[in-house]
């Protein structure tokens, strides 16, 4: 099995567990169990404060695993604020408002149902970066060395007389204010009463993001927005068009003007249109940028400059809507931390990844965030006078993109990394190679392959896209022979 991982055998039994930028997500029971979530969160309290915020999805194992973050904490006498089942962005957002020093999502965000994990938020609602990765990964490692999980515990409780206290955070409405207060004329959305469709795949979303768009005069109609409801997701975690058919036509059949969806923990945001039906999730990123036509005049009349991130994934499509609306587009390496640190370093308006991720550096939950991204997508219609997507996802650039999954057969698990990018290079000798992460090649404008080992999944990941039809099936063609 092709895994990347910061830590080896950290499990007993060697279940799959992936260690990451994104962070922990193993199989729930499995990889990710009491004998691992219990160091590892102890290793979390040694370098973060006192006021920890805990939050999680809707998966079945994250009640249990929200019992061991809260009582390992606890243990640690930090004093606990729950908010409860809430979108990661919220999280994140509500870590900067109330002034924490740090928290955990408890979420393996679009992961099938059988797996889960833990997001851990430093001080200011930022996932931890690799400086406070590697502290943590060195606690870690270092009572690893003790021979069993009972010693590494009293290790980690030694000189710990006291408890920690416990509190639920019942009100998270400053996220939703905070992104209408950014919208240039929500008042002119409002005046649209947009008839809006929302599946939240009975997740961490299906309460903030229907509030957020009520706020903004639509009218909502709800799917899967139960999180009580049975022990399973009724489609898949990931929000592809592919698992968004009942979406579409209940957008269609109630003349919706448009339909979002998530995923578990509603960093990931899908639009759906009633005569196209569920975009592909590149188009979301694109479509937000246009939402920010409003405010550009003012800039471009003071001639300051604008600018938008993405990752090396995510497809040219906002670098064609980036030349009609005069930004230039930067791209950073896969992870929203990565995107986000270009964006503060670039001074950008807008940033994110073409998986549905779209980030706004004016709202503090400093990542993926679909509350901003509707809101943006919403404001973009009614600039344009929109009466449904439909009027203006027909005017988007046609996309002709390819991602996969890759386990290596076991005839060619003993090809390195290195020896799969050599191939790609062979293959494609005039292409522009980038390293930052993976093998990024730029062929030619609009055409690339993007080939890295996977932050959240025990997998290798393909990525690439062609300009035209022709050059597609081409490019395609050669990357799965490499792979096969």
């Known amino acids: 099995m092709l895994v990347e991982s910061h830590i080896e055998n950290l499990t007993q039994r060697g279940d799959t567990l992936m260690i990451s930028v994104s962070g922990i997500r193993g ?83 679009h992961n099938p ?157 899908v639009v759906a249109s009633p005569a196209i039906g569920a975009l592909n999730e590149e188009y979301t990123l694109p479509l937000a940028m246009l939402g920010l036509e409003p405010v550009l005049e003012d800039r471009h009349s003071s001639n300051k400059k604008n600018y938008v991130v993405v990752n090396l994934s995510t497809s040219s499509l906002c670098e064609q809507v980036g030349k009609r609306l005069g930004i230039r587009v930067f791209r950073a390496p896969v992870g929203e931390m990565n995107v986000f640190q270009l964006m503060r370093k670039k001074n950008a308006l807008l940033g994110g990844e073409g998986n549905g991720g779209v980030i706004l550096p004016n709202i503090p939950s400093f990542g993926r965030d679909p509350l901003a991204g509707s809101a943006l ?24 993109m390819h991602k996969s999954k890759h386990v290596l057969k076991k005839s060619a698990k003993k090809r390195s990394l290195k020896d799969i990018y050599h191939s790609f290079i062979q293959e494609f000798p005039d292409g522009k190679t980038n390293r930052a992460d993976g093998l990024h090649i730029s062929i030619s404008e609009g055409n690339w392959i993007h080939i890295r080992p996977s932050n959240t999944e025990p997998i290798l990941r393909l990525i690439l896209e062609g300009r035209d039809q022709n050059t597609f099936k081409k490019i395609k063609s050669k990357s799965l022979a490499i792979l096969s």
């Open 377 to 400: 997508i919403l404001q973009m219609m009614a600039f344009a006078n929109a009466v449904s997507l439909d009027d203006v996802a027909g005017q988007m650039p046609p996309l002709f």
């Open 113 to 269: 149902t059988e797996w889960n994990g833990l997001k851990f938020i430093g001080k200011n609602g930022l996932y931890f970066d690799h400086k406070i990765q590697k502290q943590w990964i060195h606690i870690l490692k270092k009572t690893k060395r003790l021979p069993t999980h009972r010693k590494a515990h009293r290790f980690f409780i030694k000189n710990q007389p006291h408890l920690g206290k416990y509190l639920s955070q019942l009100s998270c409405r400053s996220h939703i204010d905070s992104v209408i207060d950014f919208i240039p004329n929500p008042q002119l959305i409002r005046e649209k009463n947009y008839r809006v469709v929302v599946d939240a795949v009975n997740g961490a979303g299906q309460e903030m993001l229907p509030e957020l768009l009520e706020s903004l005069g639509c009218e909502v109609i709800r799917l899967h927005c139960n999180p009580f409801q049975g022990n399973v997701f009724p489609r898949s975690p990931e929000p592809s068009p592919d698992g968004l058919k009942e979406l579409s036509r209940l957008v269609k059949k109630e003349h919706a003007a448009i339909g979002f969806a998530l995923d578990p923990d509603a960093d990931r945001l």
């Open 27 to 109: 199989i729930t029971p499995g990889g990710l169990d009491s004998s691992n979530v219990v160091p590892f969160i102890h290793a979390f309290a040694e370098i973060t404060g006192k006021k920890i915020l805990i939050a999680r999805d809707t998966r079945p194992s994250s009640v249990y695993l929200h019992g061991l973050v809260v009582a390992s904490l606890m243990e640690r006498d930090k004093n606990i604020v729950d908010c409860g089942i809430i979108p990661t962005p919220t999280l994140k957002y509500m870590v900067h408002h109330s002034k924490g020093d740090a928290a955990i999502m408890i979420s393996a965000s």
